[in-house]
């Protein structure tokens, strides 16, 4: 990777925390919206780079997980302030994330428009697939309680 351009954002209370190391810089990142009813009732305005690298710190106290009828990413939703902060999926060791710009306030992207994604009708290995292709590489980092983190 190259040159980096950080964007760091939270969620309300400060639970969890998030580090984009993108390659580009926000004005040319894709902001997105997924168009799925999760996404849409929540708002979200989804960002990822796949030459990056993301960084997550939680308190897995106050983390909640929540899995989408697609069983193919736990969203990351904070159980002290509600916030939906992104999603993310495991592969062994490896772990790929889209952070929500509106969730975790990151103010070089919230007055981005989105562009609409609509994902109805891909199958399952599609979208893993389509994900580990779009999605940041990312670690997360566990502060606090780690009980709440999946099994």
Not at 46 to 67: H, K, M, N
Request: charged share 25%; glycine share 10%.
């Amino acid at each position: 990777m190259t040159e980096s351009h950080t964007l760091t954002g939270s969620c309300h209370c400060g639970a969890i925390r998030a580090t984009l190391h993108a390659t580009k810089p926000a004005s040319e990142l894709e902001v997105r919206a997924c168009q799925c009813s999760f996404c849409t009732r929540h708002g979200a305005k989804t960002v990822s780079d796949p030459a990056g690298r993301c960084r997550f710190e939680i308190d897995g106290a106050a983390l909640s997980w929540y899995l989408f009828e697609t069983r193919t990413g736990m969203s990351l939703i904070c159980n002290r302030c509600g916030t939906y902060a992104g999603v993310m999926i495991e592969d062994g060791d490896n772990v790929w994330s889209v952070l929500n710009v509106r969730g975790l306030g990151i103010a070089e992207l919230e007055d981005r428009a989105a562009v609409p994604r609509d994902y109805e009708g891909e199958t399952r290995g599609a979208r893993i697939a389509r994900r580990k292709t779009n999605w940041t590489p990312t670690e997360i980092v566990w502060r606090g309680a780690d009980a709440a983190r999946k099994s």
